[in-house]
């Protein structure tokens, strides 16, 4: 399942992208081939794309992307809802590392060259509430410092000349593990949400990939009725 999960993740990153020409996706044996999956593998990410409204699949054509599924905008979250003189965060640790062929995928590199791994904890209203484990390319960002990822990544992002994009958001409840526990200071095998983010610029580069562990999570989207995709979904029912 996370092979499922990055697949999914990493081509919905590439559609936001725009990095498929034609507006068409790879069909399943290349798929498997970038990923170096079996093809059932493949076949289950792309199902979750689909049932997200992204592709369509066309006999004999291809698997197509629909424009109409990219927007879903969240309003907020539980952290959000808190003003910022609420919240703090506090680095654990910050260090380069070289990429590995998962990293070269997702920030498109040609070859490994160093990036930036860090982790920090997030405090709201004085209670620890998440753990952010994050990824960032050197090349890009040079004078990353602790001082910056307590203060504000995506402020520093725009201060180095980039405009922010897009977030690309999943969502899987977890157990935290004892060494999640620890840093939440809570007993561990509590149930937690498990969120992965890609941020990107508006050139279509990710900037950051993060993964936080956050108690006691909610969130609030807004999204807008398709008619299109609601008739779909109501034929494949009908024809079962």
């Known amino acids: 399942m996370k092979k499922v999960e990055f697949i999914t993740q990493d081509l919905l990153s590439k559609i936001y992208q725009q990095s498929f020409e034609g507006n068409k996706l790879p069909n399943q044996r290349d798929l498997a081939d970038i990923y170096h999956v079996s093809r059932d593998t493949v076949q289950k990410a792309l199902g979750r794309l689909t049932d997200m409204g992204l592709i369509r699949s066309v006999r004999g054509s291809g698997i197509f992307i629909k424009n109409a599924g990219r927007k879903n905008p969240l309003i907020y979250n539980s ?58 390319p050197v090349a890009l960002f040079q004078d990353l410092t602790a001082a910056i990822i307590e203060h504000s990544v995506q402020e520093y992002v725009q201060s180095a000349g980039f405009n922010i994009s897009h977030y690309i958001t999943s969502y899987s409840p977890v157990l935290l593990d004892k060494s999640q526990a620890k840093l939440l200071q809570c007993k561990p095998h509590l149930p937690a949400m498990k969120i992965i983010n890609r941020s990107l610029l508006d050139d279509g580069r990710v900037y950051e990939y993060s993964e936080v562990i956050a108690l006691d999570y909610t969130c609030t989207y807004i999204v807008p009725f398709n008619k299109l995709s609601h008739a779909e979904r109501q034929q494949k029912k009908a024809d079962r």
């Open 79 to 136: 952290l959000t809802q808190n003003p910022y003189d609420r919240i703090r965060s506090e680095t654990v640790f910050l260090k380069k590392i070289m990429a590995d062929e998962n990293d070269c995928r997702i920030f498109g590199l040609k070859k490994p060259q160093p990036i930036w791994i860090f982790q920090r904890i997030r405090i709201v209203n004085f209670q620890i509430v998440q753990i952010e484990t994050s990824k960032m």
